[in-house]
C-alpha cells in the first residue's frame, strides 16, 4: 500500500517561507503525476503545484512566481518550496499522487497545517 507522509507545516509571518515535502513509501517513479493541494473550511481541494513524470510543472495562477514543486528521485520525495507567503495561503496542504496502470489509482497524505499570520 502506497503511504504519502506530509511534513514541514506550520506559523509562518507573511512574507516568510516554508518548505513542504512529501516521502512517498515506494518509487516516485511509478506515479504519472504528483502534486500539492490545499483546502480551507468550506472550499473545495484546489491544486496549487504539480510535477508529472517526465517533469514538467504547472501552478495555480495565485502562487506562480512564489512556489516551486520539484522532486529527488533517489529520496522518493517531493517538495513544495514556498516563498512570499500571504495570509490568503493558509490552508491544509496535502500531498496527492496518481497513478495509471490496468487501473486509475490515487493517494493522498494525511494534510499539513500552513498558517500565514499578518
Known amino acids: 500500500q502506497v503511504q504519502l507522509v506530509e511534513s514541514g507545516g506550520g506559523l509562518v509571518q507573511a512574507g516568510g517561507s516554508l518548505r513542504l515535502s512529501c516521502a512517498a513509501s515506494?518509487?516516485?517513479?511509478?506515479?504519472?503525476?504528483m502534486g500539492w493541494y490545499r483546502q480551507t473550511p468550506g472550499k473545495e481541494r484546489e491544486l496549487v503545484a504539480r510535477?508529472?513524470?517526465?517533469?514538467?510543472?504547472n501552478y495555480a495562477d495565485s502562487v506562480k512566481g512564489r512556489f516551486t514543486i520539484s522532486r529527488d528521485n533517489a529520496k522518493n520525495t517531493v517538495y513544495l518550496q514556498m516563498n512570499g507567503l500571504k495570509p490568503e495561503d493558509t490552508a491544509v496542504y496535502y500531498c496527492?499522487?496518481?497513478?495509471?496502470?490496468?487501473?486509475?489509482?490515487?493517494?493522498w497524505g494525511q494534510g499539513t497545517q500552513v498558517t500565514v499570520s499578518s
Open positions: 515506494g518509487s516516485i517513479f511509478s506515479f504519472n503525476a
Open positions: 510535477i508529472i513524470k517526465g517533469g514538467a510543472t
Open positions: 496527492g499522487a496518481y497513478r495509471i496502470t490496468t487501473t486509475y489509482d490515487e493517494y
